[in-house]
Protein backbone atom coordinates (compact mmCIF):
# COMPACT_ATOMS: atom_id res chain seq x y z
CA UNK A 1 0.00 0.00 0.00
CA UNK A 2 0.51 3.28 0.03
CA UNK A 3 2.85 4.70 2.47
CA UNK A 4 2.65 7.85 4.43
CA UNK A 5 5.53 9.66 6.84
CA UNK A 6 5.17 11.72 9.28
CA UNK A 7 8.30 12.81 11.31
CA UNK A 8 8.90 13.85 14.30
CA UNK A 9 7.25 11.10 15.74
CA UNK A 10 7.86 12.37 19.36
CA UNK A 11 8.66 16.17 20.02
CA UNK A 12 9.40 17.87 23.57
CA UNK A 13 9.36 22.04 23.79
CA UNK A 14 9.26 23.94 25.87
CA UNK A 15 6.64 26.43 25.74
CA UNK A 16 6.30 29.83 24.19
CA UNK A 17 8.64 27.63 21.17
CA UNK A 18 7.26 26.81 17.90
CA UNK A 19 6.78 23.27 16.52
CA UNK A 20 6.78 22.07 12.96
CA UNK A 21 5.53 18.41 11.82
CA UNK A 22 6.29 17.25 8.79
CA UNK A 23 4.19 15.06 6.29
CA UNK A 24 5.19 13.47 2.99
CA UNK A 25 3.63 10.82 0.92
CA UNK A 26 6.41 8.58 -0.22
CA UNK A 27 5.27 6.85 -3.55
CA UNK A 28 2.05 9.20 -4.77
CA UNK A 29 1.39 12.75 -5.21
CA UNK A 30 -1.52 13.83 -2.89
CA UNK A 31 -3.66 17.11 -3.69
CA UNK A 32 -5.25 16.92 -0.52
CA UNK A 33 -3.78 15.98 3.21
CA UNK A 34 -5.09 16.28 6.16
CA UNK A 35 -4.07 17.22 10.10
CA UNK A 36 -5.61 15.60 13.14
CA UNK A 37 -5.52 16.00 16.33
CA UNK A 38 -5.94 12.84 19.30
CA UNK A 39 -6.57 13.25 23.04
CA UNK A 40 -5.70 10.23 24.98
CA UNK A 41 -8.34 7.79 24.82
CA UNK A 42 -10.18 9.66 22.37
CA UNK A 43 -10.99 9.60 18.50
CA UNK A 44 -8.65 12.01 16.31
CA UNK A 45 -10.69 15.14 15.71
CA UNK A 46 -9.96 16.72 12.44
CA UNK A 47 -7.86 20.01 12.30
CA UNK A 48 -7.74 21.45 8.74
CA UNK A 49 -7.63 20.09 5.20
CA UNK A 50 -4.61 20.73 3.64
CA UNK A 51 -4.69 21.50 -0.71
CA UNK A 52 -1.81 22.31 -2.41
CA UNK A 53 -1.41 25.22 -3.56
CA UNK A 54 -3.87 26.60 -1.71
CA UNK A 55 -5.04 28.09 1.83
CA UNK A 56 -6.03 25.21 4.40
CA UNK A 57 -9.68 25.20 4.98
CA UNK A 58 -9.79 24.98 8.61
CA UNK A 59 -12.53 23.09 11.11
CA UNK A 60 -14.46 25.12 13.21
CA UNK A 61 -12.72 26.11 16.43
CA UNK A 62 -9.34 25.48 15.17
CA UNK A 63 -6.83 28.84 14.95
CA UNK A 64 -5.97 29.25 11.41
CA UNK A 65 -2.75 31.75 13.46
CA UNK A 66 -2.12 29.17 15.85
CA UNK A 67 -1.74 26.28 13.58
CA UNK A 68 0.46 27.45 10.60
CA UNK A 69 -0.49 24.66 7.48
CA UNK A 70 1.59 24.65 4.39
CA UNK A 71 1.32 21.84 1.20
CA UNK A 72 3.43 23.82 -0.81
CA UNK A 73 4.36 20.24 -3.11
CA UNK A 74 2.10 17.38 -3.98
CA UNK A 75 4.28 15.13 -1.58
CA UNK A 76 4.42 17.50 1.60
CA UNK A 77 2.37 19.17 3.88
CA UNK A 78 3.83 20.71 7.08
CA UNK A 79 1.73 21.88 10.21
CA UNK A 80 3.56 23.95 12.52
CA UNK A 81 2.20 24.79 15.99
CA UNK A 82 3.26 28.34 16.75
CA UNK A 83 3.92 29.62 20.60
CA UNK A 84 3.28 26.20 21.96
CA UNK A 85 1.79 25.89 25.41
CA UNK A 86 1.01 22.58 27.25
CA UNK A 87 -2.81 22.78 26.52
CA UNK A 88 -1.59 22.14 23.02
CA UNK A 89 0.33 18.80 23.42
CA UNK A 90 -1.15 16.24 22.10
CA UNK A 91 -0.72 13.30 19.51
CA UNK A 92 -0.89 14.92 15.82
CA UNK A 93 -1.91 12.89 12.62
CA UNK A 94 -1.72 13.60 9.07
CA UNK A 95 -2.86 11.48 6.62
CA UNK A 96 -3.16 11.26 2.31
CA UNK A 97 -5.97 10.85 0.06
CA UNK A 98 -4.57 9.50 -3.15
CA UNK A 99 -6.81 10.16 -6.19
CA UNK A 100 -9.60 9.03 -4.66
CA UNK A 101 -9.21 6.09 -3.39
CA UNK A 102 -8.71 5.82 0.58
CA UNK A 103 -7.16 7.51 3.14
CA UNK A 104 -3.00 6.31 4.23
CA UNK A 105 -2.35 7.50 7.47
CA UNK A 106 1.26 8.90 8.77
CA UNK A 107 2.69 7.27 12.18
CA UNK A 108 1.85 10.51 14.51
CA UNK A 109 3.73 13.07 16.40
CA UNK A 110 3.57 13.05 19.79
CA UNK A 111 3.86 16.94 21.46
CA UNK A 112 4.83 17.31 24.89
CA UNK A 113 4.76 21.41 25.59
CA UNK A 114 6.61 21.94 29.44
CA UNK B 1 -21.48 13.51 15.23
CA UNK B 2 -19.93 10.14 14.02
CA UNK B 3 -22.30 8.63 11.76
CA UNK B 4 -21.81 4.62 12.94
CA UNK B 5 -22.67 3.37 16.17
CA UNK B 6 -20.11 0.88 17.53
CA UNK B 7 -19.56 -1.25 21.25
CA UNK B 8 -16.85 0.35 23.63
CA UNK B 9 -14.63 -2.50 23.62
CA UNK B 10 -14.74 -6.27 22.80
CA UNK B 11 -12.50 -9.08 23.48
CA UNK B 12 -11.39 -12.36 21.35
CA UNK B 13 -9.73 -15.15 22.26
CA UNK B 14 -6.10 -15.48 20.48
CA UNK B 15 -6.76 -17.41 16.89
CA UNK B 16 -10.67 -17.49 17.56
CA UNK B 17 -12.50 -15.02 14.74
CA UNK B 18 -13.52 -11.25 15.74
CA UNK B 19 -15.94 -10.14 14.81
CA UNK B 20 -16.96 -6.01 15.32
CA UNK B 21 -20.32 -4.89 14.21
CA UNK B 22 -20.95 -1.63 13.20
CA UNK B 23 -25.04 0.20 12.95
CA UNK B 24 -24.45 3.03 9.93
CA UNK B 25 -28.79 3.11 10.04
CA UNK B 26 -28.38 6.57 8.24
CA UNK B 27 -25.91 5.94 5.45
CA UNK B 28 -27.23 7.46 1.73
CA UNK B 29 -26.44 5.49 -1.27
CA UNK B 30 -23.42 6.93 -2.50
CA UNK B 31 -21.58 6.26 0.92
CA UNK B 32 -19.05 3.39 1.31
CA UNK B 33 -18.31 1.59 4.60
CA UNK B 34 -14.48 2.08 5.59
CA UNK B 35 -12.93 0.13 8.44
CA UNK B 36 -9.55 1.05 10.36
CA UNK B 37 -7.51 0.69 13.15
CA UNK B 38 -4.98 2.23 15.09
CA UNK B 39 -2.71 0.28 17.10
CA UNK B 40 -1.72 2.40 20.61
CA UNK B 41 0.43 5.83 19.69
CA UNK B 42 0.52 4.68 15.93
CA UNK B 43 -1.64 6.25 13.03
CA UNK B 44 -4.84 4.30 11.75
CA UNK B 45 -4.18 1.79 9.60
CA UNK B 46 -6.60 1.04 6.67
CA UNK B 47 -8.26 -2.34 6.58
CA UNK B 48 -11.04 -2.72 4.14
CA UNK B 49 -14.19 -1.02 2.98
CA UNK B 50 -17.33 -2.02 0.63
CA UNK B 51 -20.33 -0.47 -0.66
CA UNK B 52 -22.82 -2.94 -0.83
CA UNK B 53 -21.30 -6.25 -1.68
CA UNK B 54 -19.58 -8.64 0.27
CA UNK B 55 -15.57 -7.90 0.60
CA UNK B 56 -12.22 -9.90 1.51
CA UNK B 57 -8.48 -8.63 1.32
CA UNK B 58 -5.74 -10.15 2.79
CA UNK B 59 -6.36 -8.75 6.42
CA UNK B 60 -10.03 -9.08 7.48
CA UNK B 61 -13.64 -10.17 5.34
CA UNK B 62 -16.71 -7.43 5.24
CA UNK B 63 -20.23 -8.11 5.88
CA UNK B 64 -22.55 -5.63 4.79
CA UNK B 65 -26.19 -6.32 5.56
CA UNK B 66 -28.83 -5.89 2.63
CA UNK B 67 -29.88 -2.95 4.02
CA UNK B 68 -26.45 -1.58 4.13
CA UNK B 69 -27.75 -0.16 7.80
CA UNK B 70 -25.02 -2.26 9.28
CA UNK B 71 -21.83 -4.14 8.41
CA UNK B 72 -19.56 -6.48 10.39
CA UNK B 73 -15.84 -6.84 10.42
CA UNK B 74 -14.49 -10.37 10.77
CA UNK B 75 -10.68 -11.22 12.11
CA UNK B 76 -10.67 -14.68 10.91
CA UNK B 77 -8.35 -15.67 13.36
CA UNK B 78 -7.29 -12.81 15.39
CA UNK B 79 -3.63 -13.02 17.05
CA UNK B 80 -2.27 -10.77 19.56
CA UNK B 81 -1.06 -8.06 17.08
CA UNK B 82 -4.60 -7.55 16.24
CA UNK B 83 -5.49 -5.53 19.75
CA UNK B 84 -6.55 -2.05 18.37
CA UNK B 85 -9.28 0.28 18.64
CA UNK B 86 -11.00 -0.23 15.23
CA UNK B 87 -13.02 2.14 13.44
CA UNK B 88 -16.26 1.61 11.46
CA UNK B 89 -16.89 5.09 9.00
CA UNK B 90 -19.26 6.06 6.47
CA UNK B 91 -18.08 8.19 3.59
CA UNK B 92 -19.29 9.29 0.05
CA UNK B 93 -15.67 7.87 -1.88
CA UNK B 94 -14.05 10.04 -4.76
CA UNK B 95 -15.09 13.19 -2.35
CA UNK B 96 -12.38 15.19 -0.35
CA UNK B 97 -15.34 15.62 2.30
CA UNK B 98 -13.39 14.86 6.16
CA UNK B 99 -13.76 11.41 7.62
CA UNK B 100 -16.24 12.13 10.89
CA UNK B 101 -14.44 9.62 13.26
CA UNK B 102 -16.55 8.05 16.07
CA UNK B 103 -14.84 6.16 19.31
CA UNK B 104 -14.85 2.97 17.71
CA UNK B 105 -14.13 -0.55 19.40
CA UNK B 106 -11.62 -1.39 21.64
CA UNK B 107 -10.58 -5.01 20.78
CA UNK B 108 -8.29 -6.94 23.26
CA UNK B 109 -7.10 -10.38 21.79
CA UNK B 110 -6.41 -12.54 24.37
CA UNK B 111 -3.92 -15.43 24.91
Known amino acids: GAVVSQHPSRVICKSGTSVKIECRSL??????MFWYRQFPKKSLMLMAT?????????EQGVEKDKFLINHASLTLSTLTVTSAHPEDSSFYIC??????????FGSGTQLSVL | DAKTTQPTSMDCAEGRAANLPCNHS???????VYWYRQIHSQGPQYIIH?????ETNEMASLIITEDRKSSTLILPHATLRDTAVYYC????????????WGLGTSLAVNP
Open chain 2, 26 to 32: TISGNEY
Open chain 2, 89 to 100: IVNDAGNNRKLI
Open chain 1, 50 to 58: SNEGSKATY
Open chain 2, 50 to 54: GLKNN
Open chain 1, 95 to 104: SARKNNEKLF
Open chain 1, 27 to 32: DFQATT
